[in-house]
């Protein structure tokens, strides 16, 4: 770099001056520059200006004009607040209220309907889903015991393991403790066949596992049947239950154990010995179909026209009944209650729904019916009290404070994800439609079925759990910015001004619970957090992953 | 830092590495504050230099092991705090990423010395803050690496992600934009440093 020749007087250029104060300058060109400032004042001076120029910045810079926060240097140990000790009651108050008042009636009328000893993730898929006490079950206890067995499995291993083998191990473990219950035989499995059918005269002598576009079983299963399929047929026998995923199912056989299934239609003109439970756009059985004893069913447009042994236990939209049944009906329907002639129902029938049920001149009914004349709620929460309200905020509050406990870095760092609303809100819709997508796409691929489940865990320990970020975050913009401590001065541990976080946290739910009792708004504002804080955790997730790669990079 | 000073921060570094949570503690009394001071001249909120102060020294004590003794510790703490502070400001897209490909547009002018000494005569330390907090992250970032760190322009390339020859440039556009913000919008000729 020479003086510039179009400068006037041949001055050097001020990056050159720039380096030479730096001492980024060649040797020769250092030489030559000084030499010019011996007669060039003009050069002199700028070396003069830019040389204050970086002391001023130096001084200003290094200028103690504020002091260290008194949080980074001398943070109080701080006893257990009384925010810990109150929600802790609340919690386990709320699990002993739902346990006495929900679940153990529940259980106890499930048992005797013939659907005990079964695990949890049936229940939880097969029957949560059709039971009206689902989002309290769903809330304060089987999630908290859940995600709690998961974090805290998470943080014991971690030391140990790779993040994500502890991940994959942890949610393994979790998944094949749930499943495990219901006994776990070696099973025969296919998969990533887009078609299988099982002929006609041939026996599997154990439990049948099968993922396929179209599933076919014509011959025999002496054990369950687990089927996951675009179209599930089953012609043959199958001595144990059937579980079923998909778009149909139509049992044209016989199951002599209980049928549960999940999906668009079902069509029963076969036989199920125990019990029928389904989540189903369309359910029709025929005149000719039998099930021993009881249904369970949640869906749109029912029609029952076999003979059913004992109750049925239904939540629809409109329902058709022209067959028999052996015990009580109970039913809500948002659209409509019919009886056919042909109908006949030994027990007593409690119906809720918008108008009264059309009962047809045939039908042979017990007792004239018990109706409730009810439109449809609106409001998934109304029909609990502000008192469930509460423990459901207690048990969010527990949830979000032992994760601030055990994780206080990546809980930090998801709550600062959630002030990039934009982008968490962008990504959490990406991960809500993707992840259960991927979910069912390892289980019926070469990834695998533990890969599957366990990704489908995280999604919902991750629905349920993201909104302590959120509320935290909430929290913070309106009791102002605060957060964790620093770290003990002793020692450099870090540790978390908790009455700050704790009171964001706190206010940041309650203002969420408070939004989420407002009509049509509620749901809105539910379904807007979930996904915001799906997409702070992917965030979260992602950034603490490519840091992971960065070091494993740099090492 | 004398060499007995040097002495006992290398005793209390070793002791640190080796478990020793009171070396920890005086480790990070030492240094919180300087620490401290880089995340707020490097970010662009109070809050942000504090949760990144807590930040670094998490990673400071998970790599401890990393650290060369034979190297300056303050240097190597520093480049630490650069990496998380850049790292930060990327995640949260507020780096304005220029590139290298605007080297040429850099002026190579010859600007008026007394000029420049006016507008910083009757500044004081806290405009300069003033001015600094209005810069674009990685100018500002430039400047505190260079003025506030003492970093050589290597550690700036190697923290920045810029190649070692465009540090200067981005150090000089850095000091026109300070130049610019000092002195309002009025004097654009004296921050583009082109003789009036």
Redesign the interface.
């Given at each position: 770099m020479n003086a510039?020749p179009n400068?006037?007087n041949n001055?050097?250029?001020?990056?050159?001056c720039?380096?030479y104060l730096?001492g980024?300058l060649e040797r020769t060109r250092a030489l030559e520059l000084s030499a010019h400032t011996e007669r060039c004042g003009?050069?002199r001076?700028?070396l003069?200006?830019?040389e204050?120029?970086?002391r001023?910045?130096?001084?200003?810079?290094?200028?103690?004009?504020?002091p260290?926060?008194a949080?980074?240097?001398a943070p109080v140990r701080e006893r257990m607040p009384w925010a810990w000790i109150i929600s802790f009651g609340m919690g386990a108050a709320g699990a002993y209220w739902l346990w006495t008042t929900i679940l153990d009636p529940w259980r106890a009328q499930l048992n005797e309907a013939g659907f005990g000893g079964t695990n949890l993730v049936t229940m939880l898929f097969f029957q949560g889903a059709l039971w009206k006490g689902w989002g309290s079950m769903w809330n304060l206890v089987q999630v908290l015991a859940v995600v709690s067995m998961c974090v805290v499995g998470y943080f014991v291993l971690r030391r140990g393991l790779r993040r994500m083998n502890t991940i994959a191990l942890v949610m393994s473990a979790l998944a094949a403790a749930l499943l495990l219950p219901g006994g776990a035989s070696a099973a025969e499995i296919h998969k990533n066949e887009p078609s299988y059918t099982l002929p006609s005269g041939q026996t599997v002598k154990n439990d049948l596992i099968v993922f396929g576009n179209n599933i076919r079983i014509d011959g025999d299963v002496d054990g369950d049947l687990i089927a996951f399929g675009n179209n599930v047929t089953v012609n043959g026998h199958v001595s144990g239950d059937v579980i079923s995923a998909g778009s149909s199912l139509m049992i044209n056989g016989t199951v002599d154990g209980s049928v549960r299934f999940g999906g668009s239609m079902f069509t029963l003109h076969g036989k199920i010995g125990k019990n029928l439970m389904l989540g189903a756009g369309n359910a029709t059985t025929d005149s000719t179909s039998e099930i021993g004893w009881s249904v369970t069913v949640g869906g749109g447009d029912v029609t029952l026209d076999g003979k059913i042994g004992r109750d049925i236990l239904g939540a629809v939209g409109r329902m058709h009944m022209g067959g028999s049944v052996g015990g009580d009906i109970k039913l809500q329907a948002n659209e409509g209650f019919d009886i056919g002639s042909s109908a006949q129902v030994l027990g007593k029938i409690v119906y809720q729904g918008p108008k009264p049920p059309d009962i047809a001149s045939g039908a042979k009914l017990a007792s004239a019916p018990e109706v409730t004349i009810k439109t449809r709620k609106l409001d998934v929460y109304s029909g609990f009290s502000w008192w469930h309200r509460a423990l459901a905020w207690g048990a969010s509050f527990v949830f979000g404070l032992v994760l601030m406990l055990i994780a206080p870095?990546f809980f930090?760092e998801t709550v600062?994800n959630a002030n990039?609303y934009g982008?968490s809100i962008g990504i959490g819709l990406l991960l809500i439609v993707g992840i259960p997508f991927a979910a069912v796409l390892a289980c019926i691929t070469v990834v695998g079925l533990s890969v599957g489940i366990s990704t489908a865990m995280l999604f919902v320990i991750f629905i349920y759990g993201g909104k302590v970020f959120v509320a935290t975050w909430l929290g913070r913009m309106m009791l102002g910015?605060g957060?964790?401590a620093?770290?003990?001065?002793?020692?450099?541990?870090?540790t978390w001004k908790t009455s700050e976080a704790v009171g964001q946290l706190a206010l940041g739910l309650l203002v969420i619970y408070g939004l989420r009792v407002i009509p049509y708004a509620g749901f809105w504002v539910t379904l807007a957090v979930t996904v915001w804080a799906l997409g702070a955790l992917g965030l979260t997730v992602y950034?603490m992953m490519a840091?992971r790669s960065k070091v494993a990079a740099a090492a | 830092m004398n060499a007995a000073d040097q002495q006992k921060l290398a005793d209390c570094i070793a002791r640190a590495r080796s478990g020793s949570l009171d070396a920890w503690g005086d480790l990070y009394r030492e240094f919180a504050g300087p620490i401290f001071r880089f995340c707020r001249r490097a970010l662009p909120a109070r809050e942000d230099a504090e949760d990144a102060t807590t930040e670094i020294f998490m990673k400071v004590r998970e790599k401890l092991g990393q650290y060369d003794p034979s190297r300056p510790f303050q240097a190597w703490l520093y480049k630490v705090s650069a990496n998380h502070c850049w790292d930060l400001l990327r995640r949260r897209k507020i780096r304005q990423d220029l590139e290298t490909e605007d080297v040429d547009e850099t002026p190579l002018e010859h600007p008026d010395a007394n000029q420049l000494d006016q507008l910083l005569e009757k500044r004081s330390s806290q405009e300069v803050r003033g001015a600094l907090a209005k810069l674009p992250s990685r100018s500002r970032m430039a400047l505190v690496l260079r003025y506030y760190s003492d970093m050589s322009y290597d550690e700036i390339a190697e923290s920045l992600g810029v190649r070692r020859n465009f540090v200067g440039v981005v150090l000089l556009r850095a000091r026109h934009q300070l130049r610019e913000a000092l002195a309002g919008h009025g004097s654009r000729g004296m921050a583009a440093g082109r003789t009036p």
């Amino acid at each position: 770099m020479n003086a510039n020749p179009n400068q006037p007087n041949n001055h050097f250029d001020e990056m050159t001056c720039l380096q030479y104060l730096e001492g980024q300058l060649e040797r020769t060109r250092a030489l030559e520059l000084s030499a010019h400032t011996e007669r060039c004042g003009d050069c002199r001076a700028l070396l003069s200006a830019l040389e204050r120029e970086s002391r001023l910045l130096t001084r200003s810079m290094r200028e103690e004009e504020e002091p260290v926060p008194a949080r980074l240097l001398a943070p109080v140990r701080e006893r257990m607040p009384w925010a810990w000790i109150i929600s802790f009651g609340m919690g386990a108050a709320g699990a002993y209220w739902l346990w006495t008042t929900i679940l153990d009636p529940w259980r106890a009328q499930l048992n005797e309907a013939g659907f005990g000893g079964t695990n949890l993730v049936t229940m939880l898929f097969f029957q949560g889903a059709l039971w009206k006490g689902w989002g309290s079950m769903w809330n304060l206890v089987q999630v908290l015991a859940v995600v709690s067995m998961c974090v805290v499995g998470y943080f014991v291993l971690r030391r140990g393991l790779r993040r994500m083998n502890t991940i994959a191990l942890v949610m393994s473990a979790l998944a094949a403790a749930l499943l495990l219950p219901g006994g776990a035989s070696a099973a025969e499995i296919h998969k990533n066949e887009p078609s299988y059918t099982l002929p006609s005269g041939q026996t599997v002598k154990n439990d049948l596992i099968v993922f396929g576009n179209n599933i076919r079983i014509d011959g025999d299963v002496d054990g369950d049947l687990i089927a996951f399929g675009n179209n599930v047929t089953v012609n043959g026998h199958v001595s144990g239950d059937v579980i079923s995923a998909g778009s149909s199912l139509m049992i044209n056989g016989t199951v002599d154990g209980s049928v549960r299934f999940g999906g668009s239609m079902f069509t029963l003109h076969g036989k199920i010995g125990k019990n029928l439970m389904l989540g189903a756009g369309n359910a029709t059985t025929d005149s000719t179909s039998e099930i021993g004893w009881s249904v369970t069913v949640g869906g749109g447009d029912v029609t029952l026209d076999g003979k059913i042994g004992r109750d049925i236990l239904g939540a629809v939209g409109r329902m058709h009944m022209g067959g028999s049944v052996g015990g009580d009906i109970k039913l809500q329907a948002n659209e409509g209650f019919d009886i056919g002639s042909s109908a006949q129902v030994l027990g007593k029938i409690v119906y809720q729904g918008p108008k009264p049920p059309d009962i047809a001149s045939g039908a042979k009914l017990a007792s004239a019916p018990e109706v409730t004349i009810k439109t449809r709620k609106l409001d998934v929460y109304s029909g609990f009290s502000w008192w469930h309200r509460a423990l459901a905020w207690g048990a969010s509050f527990v949830f979000g404070l032992v994760l601030m406990l055990i994780a206080p870095k990546f809980f930090s760092e998801t709550v600062q994800n959630a002030n990039r609303y934009g982008a968490s809100i962008g990504i959490g819709l990406l991960l809500i439609v993707g992840i259960p997508f991927a979910a069912v796409l390892a289980c019926i691929t070469v990834v695998g079925l533990s890969v599957g489940i366990s990704t489908a865990m995280l999604f919902v320990i991750f629905i349920y759990g993201g909104k302590v970020f959120v509320a935290t975050w909430l929290g913070r913009m309106m009791l102002g910015k605060g957060g964790y401590a620093g770290f003990y001065a002793s020692t450099g541990e870090r540790t978390w001004k908790t009455s700050e976080a704790v009171g964001q946290l706190a206010l940041g739910l309650l203002v969420i619970y408070g939004l989420r009792v407002i009509p049509y708004a509620g749901f809105w504002v539910t379904l807007a957090v979930t996904v915001w804080a799906l997409g702070a955790l992917g965030l979260t997730v992602y950034s603490m992953m490519a840091n992971r790669s960065k070091v494993a990079a740099a090492a | 830092m004398n060499a007995a000073d040097q002495q006992k921060l290398a005793d209390c570094i070793a002791r640190a590495r080796s478990g020793s949570l009171d070396a920890w503690g005086d480790l990070y009394r030492e240094f919180a504050g300087p620490i401290f001071r880089f995340c707020r001249r490097a970010l662009p909120a109070r809050e942000d230099a504090e949760d990144a102060t807590t930040e670094i020294f998490m990673k400071v004590r998970e790599k401890l092991g990393q650290y060369d003794p034979s190297r300056p510790f303050q240097a190597w703490l520093y480049k630490v705090s650069a990496n998380h502070c850049w790292d930060l400001l990327r995640r949260r897209k507020i780096r304005q990423d220029l590139e290298t490909e605007d080297v040429d547009e850099t002026p190579l002018e010859h600007p008026d010395a007394n000029q420049l000494d006016q507008l910083l005569e009757k500044r004081s330390s806290q405009e300069v803050r003033g001015a600094l907090a209005k810069l674009p992250s990685r100018s500002r970032m430039a400047l505190v690496l260079r003025y506030y760190s003492d970093m050589s322009y290597d550690e700036i390339a190697e923290s920045l992600g810029v190649r070692r020859n465009f540090v200067g440039v981005v150090l000089l556009r850095a000091r026109h934009q300070l130049r610019e913000a000092l002195a309002g919008h009025g004097s654009r000729g004296m921050a583009a440093g082109r003789t009036p």
